[in-house]
């Protein structure tokens, strides 16, 4: 048996307009197989295939009938499946063996030859994982109907136990169909814990019987905006228990636990709008949450409060089978409880010194509860903050330190560090990126992560349990926005999870993806092309492209990996069209578009365009303005907080400066400017961070947008007033005079309106000189300079 991956020959029809090209392809699958090894031949798998299993063994018929279903759903073929104790030749036959060699938990053989397919496994959990293999196999090439797969021999298992992703359903609410996408996603994945996050300030999702106010007031909200602009009069939604019980039934199908988490002791608002004199501390009558962030809220300590958590929980185990019950214990702000003279009381009586050690004897208290029922706490990272509670276990995402702690003390431990596993971060630093955090996480960061850190003991490393993605919804109000930022950074936190670190690769990794963005575009999943999109660089500076009238262009993508193609007349590239090498010159006007190419000659991404004229080089649109000195740009913002549509225009704001940074704007002959710009809701919890959000001094009653030259600090050239009004979501021109100043300068630009109104966003600002058209010439939801795109999911050129 050869260990790790050897790769085969193939031929591919390039589809936009080419001949035949051969490369060197690896076996199309991800995760990575713990061993492979292909062979000549092939098999072909069409309407005569059989799928078989032998009769009574229903593990094998389980996995038998998701494969079947698969390769239905995603390339339209149908299969027979059959009870048949003699398979014929060329069948595909699933198989419990009890004598497997593969003797690991999950784990499996498949085998392809001339006689058919095997996949065997000990248990049903490596029968469907040997099925997902297989389907990976037959669908590689994206197309419809009959298809044909390499010879191979696979010996595979999992490294880990724990392959989460995290679903937060609060902050924006997933339907029933939604989450169930998503755990079809997982499955394909060969993930096997769904974190349900259920519960938070700005929702409660979850039915609970004894307690009917937790959905019928905890689980809506009325939105800023609300019936404005598209915006909901009322934003919510929840799960009846019979929901549950489907979505953990369907679940368990594809061998996913689903761990259920109540937030608690804090991000606990909507639990105590629902019920403010049974778990509220100080008597206040709070609405549901419409504040992204830190709430203020936190659960009482005394026994009402643990009562009606503890009625709570019953209700939960009764839904979820789950060992782990995950708690929260994240972002406790605990002024509540340092206010309050019962909890103080509370404190003096327990001999507790500190409100973090009040919050482990919380934790403590549900940990052993749940001991009690046969259930295992588990928590985030903050709940080691006073004392580590003797029966939790740790979920770590404030980095990996947590995790270390946790494991050398003898507990158990999950990792989802957000600088490699919060995939609500943008995936690059691009302008056509949708609303989420400004924070770049790349595909090769979440690649390179390694869960098991090197200073831990063998002994400490097998608390280790596993990993998981997080996926926070604030910013993520649509199905096709959670997709964009899932996929395809699921494949590789997939390989972390699943592959052994020997088989790793990160160039084999991208030779392997194009076969998984072809899959995702034949289920119509918008995954993020953002790896391998063409980005088109100016390397002149603008008073030299205006002056010479040509300006030099470079091309790259974020992984270096494909060929870029590109024109300057117009018309959209092809396979057949220049491959980049070097720079190359323009005369402008000129439109630049390119797109990239797998070595199989099927495109990586959807074409980009960039305008090389003077109406756009004075021009800087959302997503191309810098962060100033001081501050820091954080979120991509939608005009306000619950539209959906992936398409609108987006706001990058500093929640703490209100300021942006032209860069390089050319000055000379500019004397006016003209700025795009919104009103945005300020709807986010700072808690302590609130002292630091600046104030600048207004000189007129709605403040004015100030433009300073070099820095904040430097001449005024413009003041703008800002509107009057407070609708949210409300887009509006900004037009005045910019004082003369020559040759090229950073351009400061912030807000003085002040900081307990709304924010404001910049859609565009741009330089006009005196003979410039004084009308509008473009639209509010103009689309962002380097991002003349088809729809993100698209797979060909138009």
Avoid at 460 to 484: D, F, K
Wanted: glycine share 8%.
């Amino acid at each position: 048996m050869i260990h790790g991956l050897k790769t085969l020959r193939l031929a591919a029809a390039l589809l936009l307009g080419g001949g035949i090209v051969h490369a060197e392809t690896p076996l199309p699958l991800i995760p990575m197989p713990a061993e492979a090894r292909s062979m000549p031949g092939t098999l072909a798998i069409g309407t005569h295939t059989v799928i078989a299993f032998a009769p009574g063994d229903t593990a094998a018929e389980a996995a038998a009938t998701y494969f079947a279903a698969e390769l239905r759903r995603s390339r339209g073929l149908a299969l027979t499946v059959s009870a048949s104790a003699h398979a014929p030749r060329g069948a595909i036959v699933f198989a419990t063996e009890p004598t497997n060699p593969v003797d690991a938990r999950e784990g499996y053989t498949l085998d392809v030859d001339g006689n058919g397919v095997r996949v065997a496994a000990r248990d049903g959990a490596g029968l469907f994982y040997g099925a997902v293999t297989l389907w990976q196999l037959a669908s590689a090439d994206g197309r419809q109907g009959d298809t044909a797969i390499t010879d191979v021999a696979i010996r595979d298992w999992p490294r880990f136990a724990w392959r989460g992703l995290m679903l937060d359903v609060v902050r924006h609410f997933q339907s029933v169909a939604e989450v169930k996408q998503a755990i079809d996603a997982m499955a394909e994945h060969k993930l096997n814990v769904l974190h349900w996050h259920l519960s938070d300030d700005q929702g409660w999702r979850i039915e609970i019987k004894r307690y009917p106010n937790l959905t019928a007031i905890g689980g809506w909200r009325t939105p800023p905006g609300a019936g404005t602009h598209g915006e909901p009069d009322r934003y919510g939604g929840f799960y009846t228990q019979r929901q549950i019980r489907d979505v953990v039934a369907y679940a368990a199908a594809r061998h996913i636990t689903v761990v259920p988490e109540l937030d608690m002791p804090g991000h606990a608002q909507a639990a105590v709008a629902a019920y403010p004199d049974i778990v509220g501390v100080n008597g206040d009558r709070p609405a549901v949450s419409v504040d992204w962030g830190v709430n203020p809220y936190l659960y009482n300590v005394d026994e009402k409060s643990f009562t009606f958590i503890e009625h709570v929980l019953d209700e939960v185990m009764a839904l979820f089978p789950s060992t782990y019950i995950h708690l929260g214990g994240d972002e406790a702000v605990k002024d509540q409880w340092k206010d309050s003279r019962a909890v103080q009381a509370k404190m003096t009586s327990l001999n507790i010194a500190s409100e973090n050690a009040l919050q482990s004897w919380f934790t403590d208290r549900l940990g052993d509860y749940l001991g009690k029922h046969g259930r295992r706490l588990i928590g985030w990272d903050e709940i080691l903050e006073g004392g580590l509670p003797r029966t939790a276990s740790v979920m770590s995402w404030r980095g990996v330190q947590g995790a270390i702690d946790a494991a050398r003390q003898d507990h158990d431990v999950v990792l989802a560090p957000a600088g490699w596993m919060y995939f609500d971060n943008h995936q690059s630093d691009r302008a056509d990126e949708p609303s989420g955090r400004l924070s770049v996480l790349p595909l090769e960061r979440v690649y390179g992560f390694e869960p098991v850190d090197a200073s831990l003991t063998p002994e400490q490393a097998r608390h280790v349990l596993g990993t998981e993605a997080t996926l926070w919804s604030e910013l993520l109000p649509s199905e096709r926005h959670v997709q964009h930022a899932l996929f395809p950074r699921l494949d590789a936190m997939a390989e972390v999870a699943w592959s052994p670190v020997e088989v790793r690769d990160w160039k084999g990794f991208l030779q392997r993806l194009p076969a998984q963005m072809r899959r995702y575009a034949a289920l119509d999943i918008a995954a993020s092309d953002t790896a391998f999109a063409p980005a088109i660089h100016l390397d002149d500076t603008v008073p030299a492209m205006l002056d010479s009238g040509k300006a030099t262009v470079r091309l790259d993508n974020q992984t270096g990996f494909g060929t870029l193609r590109y024109t300057t007349d117009g018309s959209m590239p092809t396979v057949a069209s220049s491959a980049y090498s070097a720079p190359f010159t323009v005369s402008l006007p000129a439109t630049v578009r390119a797109i990239a190419i797998a070595p199989d000659g099927t495109p990586l991404a959807a074409v980009r365009s960039r305008i090389v004229d003077r109406d756009h080089l004075l021009t800087r649109r959302n997503g191309e303005f810098m962060k100033c000195p001081d501050g820091g740009l954080g979120l991509r913002l939608p005009l306000l907080p619950d539209l959906g549509d992936m398409a609108a225009t987006t706001y990058d704001v500093d929640l703490f400066h209100s300021c942006w940074l032209y860069p390089k704007a050319p000055l000379d002959g500019v004397s006016r400017v003209r700025v795009e710009a919104a009103r945005l809701a300020r709807n986010y919890g700072l808690a302590h961070e609130q002292s630091k959000v600046v104030s600048y001094p207004s000189k007129t009653p709605n403040g004015e947008l100030e433009i300073h030259q070099d820095t904040c600090a430097g001449p005024l050239l413009a003041s703008l007033p800002l509107p009057p009004g407070k609708a949210l979501g409300e887009r509006f021109v900004l037009d005045g005079d910019l004082a003369r100043a020559s040759g090229q300068h950073d351009l400061c630009m912030r807000v003085t309106a002040p900081i307990d109104g709304p924010l404001y966003g910049l859609g565009s600002v741009k330089l006009l000189a005196p003979n410039d058209p004084q009308s509008r010439t473009t639209p509010p939801d103009v689309v962002p300079a380097h991002a003349e795109t088809q729809r993100p999911h698209s797979r060909s050129p138009q």
